[in-house]
């Protein structure tokens, strides 16, 4: 591999780790923020929230706009969105500017990482699996260390300096990208030029509108109910508006030639059901420990910021040193064994999260996170390999897309899910409520799976064994 291609990998992976970075430094800011902005615990758990709804919704959108306006084109002006919120954000006088900037950075980042790949893919045909190694090792490195340089961060600085740090990643990032990555050649959208109207169809715009509204309303409500410990009529019309909304979105989906989520292809492969509803699971799992735990520290046992990210990095480190074993294993025995031990070790370590007390020693706290940490690595890899097992090769694309819609469906779950069972205020007896409900979620994952499905004709790993 030339030297042009190595710069080429670190610009664009220095720009793809921001979305996990950002998304994981968060985790350990909750109670500082709480306390700057004098919110309720559920009200602060928008920052996580915004974040991860508008990544959900803007990366599969960026990718379309990226087969009209070029992926280089996206890339830079992503980086550029990304500067701008980060400067701007902590200078937001209320938290509502902050969450409007928060999503202006989840959109930015999701930019990136919507072309990312697509851009190596692209330009570097050699030693591609090396490659695509390298910017792996950027995004997980970026979300299994972020909690650590979250916590040394808001320690030192406070909480703006969360959202500085990305200055100098993004500014290395675009100059970089400038040089090294290509123009992209004019597509026949670009061409042809598109009415407004066109372009609205093929990114979906009455999907997404119809998605983004009715999400957030059912969110909204059922945290405001449960904040405010009673249920309105004006919260009742909105949730059930919120309901409304998403059902006309599904019979949109249905109906239109392009949708934003493509429905139907769950109705023709039903292997890709069971996959992503096991893969948002693992992820409401993983990302409700990754969000409790720090508050519980934080809030419970009075941990500063620097430790809870010391602590924190244990789950990281864990999760990394196991990927790449964890890839040998599922080489030679396929997804499914590594899936049934995952879900062993998050049972082990949900039953342990229930077992803690407010003077539990550290080490209990370094054993439950490690077998997190695990499960999450023997799953970035399992999961993956299930995902190509059941899905044909001539909708990989899509069934990637819909991958990552999982993913943060899950994480969305995990942030409605501690922000249901705290209410107004972080507590223990709702931090051991929580690793209740994480053991019965495990336990189910445990017997899903035990189950084998049936593998599609043309899945990639058919095609490979003939």
């Known amino acids: 591999m030339n030297a042009r291609n190595w710069w080429l990998m670190i610009s664009v992976g220095l720009g793809m780790m921001l979305n996990p970075l950002n998304s ?198 059922m945290l405001s109910a449960k904040s405010s410990g009673h249920v309105s009529p004006f919260n009742v019309i909105i949730g059930l508006s919120g309901l409304v909304l998403l059902a006309v979105f599904v019979r949109h989906e249905l109906r239109t030639a392009m949708p934003f989520i493509p429905l139907r292809t769950f109705a023709r492969y039903p292997g890709l059901i069971r996959v992503n509803a096991e893969f948002m699971l693992v992820n409401l799992l993983f990302y409700s420990v990754f969000f409790g735990l720090p508050s519980y520290l934080q809030l419970v046992r009075q941990v500063s910021e620097f430790h809870t990210g010391l602590l924190m990095l244990s789950l990281g480190l864990c999760s990394l040193a196991v990927s790449p074993l964890a890839g040998r294993w ?74 990552s819609t999982s993913r943060y469906f899950g994480t969305i779950l995990s942030s409605l899910l501690i922000g249901i069972i705290m209410g107004n205020q972080f507590s223990f007896s709702g931090f051991r409520v929580l690793g209740i409900i994480l053991a019965v979620i495990a336990l189910c994952l445990v017997f899903m799976s035990r189950r084998r499905s049936h593998k599609p004709k043309d899945s990639l790993h058919s095609l490979d064994d003939r």
Do not use: C
């Open 330 to 403: 599922i080489n030679a025995s396929g997804p499914r064994p590594a899936q049934a031990v995952s879900a062993i070790l998050m049972t082990i370590g949900s039953v342990w999260i229930v077992m803690l007390s407010p003077a539990s020693p550290v080490i209990s706290i370094i054993l439950a996170l490690a077998a997190f940490g695990i499960s999450n690595g023997l799953n970035n890899v399992a999961m993956q390999a299930a995902l190509f097992n059941n899905s044909p090769k001539e909708i990989i694309g899509v069934s990637s897309g819909l991958f």
């Open 24 to 221: 994981s430094m968060v985790a350990v800011a909750i109670p500082r923020l709480q306390q700057a902005f004098k919110l309720e615990f559920t009200v602060v758990s928008w920052i996580i929230f915004s974040f991860y709804i508008g990544s959900a919704i803007a990366q599969p959108v960026m990718g379309r706009a990226s087969d009209i306006f070029g992926r280089r084109r996206i890339f830079l002006a992503g980086l550029v969105i990304v500067f701008a919120a980060s400067l701007l954000t902590p200078l937001s006088p209320g938290f509502g500017g902050l969450i409007v900037l928060r999503v202006v950075q989840s959109i930015g980042t999701s930019m990136v990482v919507a072309v990312g790949m697509a851009i190596i893919r692209v330009n570097i045909t050699d030693k591609q699996a090396s490659a695509l190694s390298v910017l792996s090792m950027f995004t997980s490195g970026a979300a299994a260390v972020g909690p650590f340089i979250g916590g040394v961060l808001i320690h030192v600085w406070g909480w703006s300096s969360i959202f500085y740090i990305n200055l100098p990643f993004v500014t290395a990032s675009f100059l970089l990208a400038w040089r090294t990555i290509p123009q992209d050649k004019p597509s026949a959208d670009i061409v042809t030029k598109p009415s407004l109207r066109q372009w609205m169809n093929r990114i979906d715009a009455p999907g997404i509108l119809l998605f983004t509204t009715g999400l957030v309303a059912v969110l909204g409500q």
